[in-house]
């Protein structure tokens, strides 16, 4: 079988999802959820002029000349109005956020004037008309699109809401993925760790990158290389509610206790395609299982995560109706020289810093062992290099794939 590219691969993968259904959910509740639909704001906001600051609100044509005396004939703290008019030669104390009274277009700050008695205020500095005024509307007006559909929403998004009075908002449901590792070696975090065995690490690794990218990910525990284990997990699969996706570690490749094509095909698998032209990452199956995507990743953390940001993330945003699904792509300049590359598509653990110019520059870790977490877990980006790519010098631009801080 011949090894398909990473772009054909993609679109076969990105062609089997579709957005999942949506939910109303509280505003409380939707830190890190994905708008479904376009959130419009329910009031204006500020819904009258108000001042951006302590000091008192004038005429400008009154503090055109200054130092000048005016009377004082009111005040406007937050949360309370002066109801009068400023009419010449007079002035009201306000408060930041208070209501700018009729006649008044403008705010001297407090420290540009002297109380000189409870009536009377003099102005040291005057300044220009409607300085230190917030305008009605200025943030947004009623009916003004806040939120578009597929906007991942941060802290940022939630507070901009909730002074709209966007109390509800409707978002897609999380994709539930589920995550089957296999093999006789791995031990659960925590359990005690034999001779010959290592701890299963991509279980957490990959379940965190789904959460962090609005998923929520379901462990299916260890499989052993066996029959009756890996049926065992199929069954409890099946007994599992809502799976959107199965992801399967390790049991991927050739050797003699790779069962998962064998036993899972058995059960209903129909492969659509077995490994890509890509590396690290090259025995990657993608598959229906009974109606259910799956995506078979290598065991060794590197090539899973690798694999996972190339293929599960975009199905997963996919799911979400995200517009530009996948991590995201950006150029940087090399900070080194690179060898040729082979016929795979090579994804390199780099590090990239941003240049006071604007641009970047990237580094390649010196060691790309598939095996090696210690480098992944300092890399920000993986280093693209194209099938055949000749050699390249230090400060020739490169594509690089953003990872999440």
Same mark, same amino acid.
């Given at each position: ?9 993609? *679109? ?13 959910? $509280? ?9 479904? #639909? ?15 600051? !302590? ?14 005396? /005016? ?11 002066? !109801? ?13 956020? =208070? ?28 300044? #220009? ?8 509307? @200025?943030?947004?007006? #009623? ?9 991942? +929403? ?54 965190? +990158? ?5 998923? *929520?990910?379901?462990?299916? =525990? ?7 284990? /890996?049926?065992?997990?199929?069954? /409890? ?17 050739? %050797? ?33 299982? @009974? ?7 290598? =065991? ?12 599960? +993330? ?6 979400? %109706? ?27 653990? $780099? ?24 480098? /992944? ?18 400060? #020739? ?9």
């Amino acid at each position: 079988m011949s090894l398909m590219p990473v772009d054909q691969a993609l *679109e076969i993968i990105s062609q089997s999802f579709s957005r999942l259904e949506t939910e109303s959910i $509280a505003l409380a509740q939707a830190l890190g959820r994905t708008a479904a #639909e376009d959130h419009h704001a329910k009031l204006t906001q500020p819904p009258f002029d108000a001042s951006a600051m !302590d000091g008192y609100a004038v005429r400008a044509a009154d503090v055109a000349k200054c130092p000048v005396d /005016l009377t004082v004939i009111g005040e406007a703290p937050a949360g309370q109005s002066f !109801d009068g008019t400023v009419q010449p030669g007079t002035c009201i104390r306000i408060f930041t956020g =208070g209501p700018v009274p009729k006649g008044a277009d403008t705010v001297i700050m407090q420290e540009n004037t002297d109380r000189l008695d409870e009536s009377t205020v003099r102005i040291m500095t005057g300044t #220009e008309q409607g300085r230190n005024v917030r305008p009605a509307g @200025n943030d947004f007006t #009623e009916g003004q699109m806040l939120i578009a559909a597929g906007t991942a +929403l941060t802290s940022r998004h939630i507070g901009m809401m909730a002074a709209a009075n966007i109390a509800v908002v409707t978002v897609t449901r999380r994709p539930r993925i589920a995550l089957l590792s296999t093999g006789d070696e791995l031990v659960t975090i925590g359990d005690p760790v034999g001779p010959n065995q290592i701890i299963s690490s991509n279980t957490l690794l990959l379940s965190s +990158l789904i959460v962090e990218n609005g998923g *929520e990910a379901i462990d299916l =525990g260890i499989a052993r290389d066996t029959v009756a284990s /890996l049926e065992q997990k199929i069954a /409890l699969l099946k007994a599992t509610d809502k799976v959107d996706l199965l992801i399967t570690i390790g049991g991927a490749s050739v %050797g003699d206790h790779d069962l998962v094509q064998k036993v899972l095909g058995d059960h209903g698998l129909t492969v659509i395609f077995w490994k890509i032209a890509m590396r690290p990452g090259k025995p990657m199956i993608f598959g229906d299982f @009974n109606a259910l995507p799956m995506i078979g990743l290598p =065991g060794n953390p590197a090539s899973a995560y690798v694999c996972a940001v190339n293929f599960m +993330l975009p199905a997963l945003h996919i799911m979400l %109706g995200r517009p530009t699904p996948g991590a995201p792509k950006s150029i940087a300049l090399l900070a080194h020289d690179l060898p040729d590359n082979g016929s795979r598509q090579n994804y390199m653990r $780099a590090h990239y810093q941003n240049l006071a110019d604007g641009s970047r520059i990237v580094t390649a870790t010196p060691r790309q062992d598939s095996a090696k977490l210690s480098t /992944l877990a300092q890399s920000n980006c993986l280093l693209i290099r194209p099938p055949h790519a000749p050699k390249a010098a230090a400060g #020739e631009p490169v594509d690089i794939l953003l990872l999440l801080p």
